[in-house]
T-cell receptor
Framework: AQKITQTQPGMFVQEKEAVTLDCTYD???????LFWYKQPSSGEMIFLIY??????QNATEGRYSLNFQKARKSANLVISASQLGDSAMYFC???????????FGTGTSLTVIP | DAMVIQNPRYQVTQFGKPVTLSCSQT?????MYWYQQKSSQAPKLLFH???????NEADTPDNFQSRRPNTSFCFLDIRSPGLGDAAMYLC?????????????FGSGTRLTVV
């Protein structure tokens, strides 16, 4: 089974609008961490936001927030007030409490339309 | 302030000619990872070091080797690059195992094989 599933290969959003990128995960560990990364065409992997499995509050970092629904095993990224510079590939990822692995989803390509 | 540095940023190599990519870190992290990322795909873990302990992924080709002479440096050696090895190579570090947020990527080396 896939550890991380991103079902939206591509998304479009109007500039200044909010957008939600979906991510579901699969783990039997009680301790895990969820990450979102942005990867522009230059290729570097830019850290956006982190949510620990024991964190009770949803994580927020500026215009990014993570909608963490533990029972549904979902960790959707919400980008508010989209900007043209947000156009990029977005990856959801997970680390489990045991082991060294870092699991990536297949990514969502976001295009912001002026 | 750069914490995980990959050199060079772009590398062109000839088919069959050995090439080495380097990664250095100033974070004193125990774990160093190498990922291969082909166009429009998620990063794929090749191997990682936990301190000096080398961990190879089962499906990593023998053509790929790695060295970690000290805590700060890790090298990826491709013994006989083929056209299919053209990709972005990402180095990442982590303080330790587990679900914590401390996971840092370098800016990557984009390898072209001619």
């Amino acid at each position: 089974a896939q550890k991380i599933t991103q079902t939206q290969p591509g998304m479009f959003v109007q500039e200044k609008e909010a957008v939600t990128l979906d991510c579901t995960y699969d783990t039997s560990d009680q301790s895990y961490g969820l990450f979102w990364y942005k990867q522009p065409s230059s290729g570097e992997m830019i850290f956006l936001i982190y949510q620990g499995s024991y964190d009770e509050q949803n994580a927020t970092e500026g215009r990014y927030s993570l909608n963490f629904q533990k029972a549904r095993k979902s960790a959707n990224l919400v980008i508010s007030a989209s900007q043209l510079g947000d156009s990029a590939m977005y990856f959801c990822a997970m680390r489990e409490g045991k082991g060294d692995q870092f699991y990536f989803g297949t990514g969502t390509s976001l295009t912001v339309i002026p | 302030d750069a914490m995980v540095i990959q050199n060079p940023r772009y590398q062109v190599t000839q088919f069959g000619k050995p090439v080495t990519l380097s990664c250095s870190q100033t974070l004193n992290h125990n774990v160093m990872y190498w990922y291969q990322q082909k166009s429009s795909q998620a990063p794929k873990l090749l191997f990682h070091y936990y301190d000096k302990d080398f961990n190879n992924e089962a499906d990593t080709p023998d053509n790929f080797q790695s060295r970690r002479p000290n805590t700060s440096f890790c090298f990826l050696d491709i013994r006989s690059p083929g056209l299919g090895d053209a990709a972005m190579y990402l180095c990442a570090t982590s303080r330790d195992r587990g679900a914590g947020r401390g996971y840092t990527f370098g800016s990557g080396t984009r390898l072209t094989v001619v």
